[in-house]
């Protein structure tokens, strides 16, 4: 699979993008960024987005590519998530007063978006991947996504701080060739970082240590708050144990 980097960050300037994967030019995950990031071609050319969860940073650009789409006469979009994290965004977003909706436009038979409902840890085909969604710990519910192609795998934890579940399920999956994993304050800041449901590298290396190859696996760290990136940046490179990496924006990964 051929991950490239959209947005990566926690949050908007002109030199950070809010949270856009897209692996292969088919699916994506997240749409923080999709539309300010990429070519109207490769918006076009997208099959499917995965949602981790409904805060804007995360679908903010859901609105803009469903529009671009449209005028473009593209196939339905799918938009995948949780039935919850989906009739959120039937109900604030696509609601015809936010934005117009778009799985009736330019008709009911022959929509822009689609809405398709994962069950929590049900795996599910979705083209070419095997998609399963695993709770994490935000704020609201929130979705890591562990994601297959022809027998290998990724993963992405979504926003969260420290969890469990996530880490048996990473633990019990085969051929995981890297995880995408969020880090947002510095460790100063874990009283916010806790309210918010974000990690800070301390708790981010502590979490780590509950995967049992954490040496071997590149973890690839996204959602940096970019008053803090520097900050942040420092202190991760001094976690021992783990093979980090600090996502930049148009990054290229073959995983």
Request: hydrophobic share 40%; glycine share 6%.
């Amino acid at each position: 699979m051929r991950l490239h980097v959209i947005g990566c960050h926690g949050g908007e300037t002109p030199k950070h993008k809010t949270s856009a994967f897209v692996l292969d030019g088919k699916l994506a995950i997240d749409a923080g960024s999709l539309t300010s990031g990429m070519s109207l071609k490769d918006q076009c050319a997208l099959e499917a987005v995965l949602v981790s969860h409904a805060h804007l940073d995360h679908i903010r650009d859901l609105a803009t590519i469903a529009d671009n789409r449209l005028q473009h006469g593209s196939p339905p979009l799918l938009v995948i998530g949780t039935k919850w994290t989906l009739g959120v965004l039937r109900k604030h977003f696509f609601n015809g007063l936010v934005w117009p909706d778009f799985s009736a436009l330019p008709t009911k038979a022959h929509p822009t978006v689609k809405f398709l409902p994962l069950e929590i840890e049900k795996p599910t085909q979705i083209g070419d991947y095997l998609v399963r969604a695993i709770e994490v710990s935000h704020t609201i519910e929130t979705c890591a996504f562990v994601v297959e192609r022809a027998g290998q795998a990724i993963a992405y934890s979504g926003d969260t701080g420290p969890t469990e579940r996530f880490w048996k399920v990473l633990n019990a999956q085969k051929n995981l060739r890297a995880l995408l994993m969020e880090v947002s304050f510095p460790s100063h800041m874990h009283k916010l970082a806790k309210v918010s449901g974000h990690h800070t590298p301390d708790t981010l290396a502590k979490d780590l240590k509950k995967y049992k190859n954490s040496k071997e696996l590149p973890v690839l760290l996204y959602h940096i708050k970019p008053v803090f990136q520097a900050e942040v940046e420092k202190e991760c490179a001094k976690i021992k144990g783990a093979n980090l990496t600090v996502l930049k924006l148009r990054d290229e990964y073959i995983v």
